[in-house]
C-alpha cells in the first residue's frame, strides 16, 4: 500500500485519469489527449502516487479499474461537469455579437456545414457565412 501525499492531485492527472477510465485504455486515452501512451500512463503512475493507492488494474488488453478507482471516476466526472458549466456562464457574459465569414461553397458544404450545430452550443456567438467565390474585402 502506498502513502496518500497530503493536498489534491493536480487537474492535468485527474484529467489523464478521466480519459483513461472513460477508455478503459491507455492508448485510446493518449489518442483523445494528443500524447504518447507513455505520458498518459507516467501520469497515472504519478496520480497513484499522490493518492497512495492504484486506481487501475492493469489487465492484458486494456485496463480495469479498482474499487477506488470507480469511486474516484464518478467523482471527477461530477466535478468535471460543474466546472465545464461553470466556466461556460462565466465565459457567456463575455462573448456576444457577430463573426462574418466568406468562404467557397464546396469548403462550406463539406465542412462548416456540419460543424456548426456544435459551435453553436458552445457559444453565444452569432455567423454570418457568406459561401461566395470572389475575393473577400477584408474590412476590420
Known amino acids: 500500500m502506498m502513502q496518500r501525499k497530503a493536498g489534491l492531485p493536480s487537474l492535468d492527472g485527474l484529467r489523464h485519469f478521466d480519459a483513461a477510465a472513460r ?13 504518447t501512451q507513455s505520458a498518459v500512463s507516467q501520469k497515472i503512475q504519478l496520480l497513484e502516487q499522490q493518492l497512495g493507492y492504484l486506481v487501475f488494474h492493469r ?4 485496463l480495469r479499474l479498482t474499487p477506488q478507482g470507480e469511486l474516484l471516476f464518478v467523482g471527477v466526472r461530477q466535478a468535471f461537469a460543474i466546472l465545464e458549466t461553470t466556466l461556460h456562464q462565466t465565459g ?5 455579437g457577430t463573426i462574418k465569414i466568406r468562404v467557397m461553397p464546396s ?23 457568406d459561401a461566395d467565390m470572389t475575393p473577400a474585402n477584408f474590412k476590420f
Open 23 to 35: 477508455n478503459l485504455s491507455f492508448t485510446r486515452a493518449a489518442q483523445d489527449l494528443c500524447l
Open 92 to 96: 457567456e457574459e463575455s462573448l456576444e
Open 59 to 62: 489487465i492484458p488488453g486494456g
Open 107 to 129: 469548403f462550406a458544404t463539406k465542412w462548416l456545414l456540419p460543424r456548426l450545430h456544435q459551435f453553436y452550443e458552445q457559444s453565444p456567438i452569432s455567423l454570418e457565412i
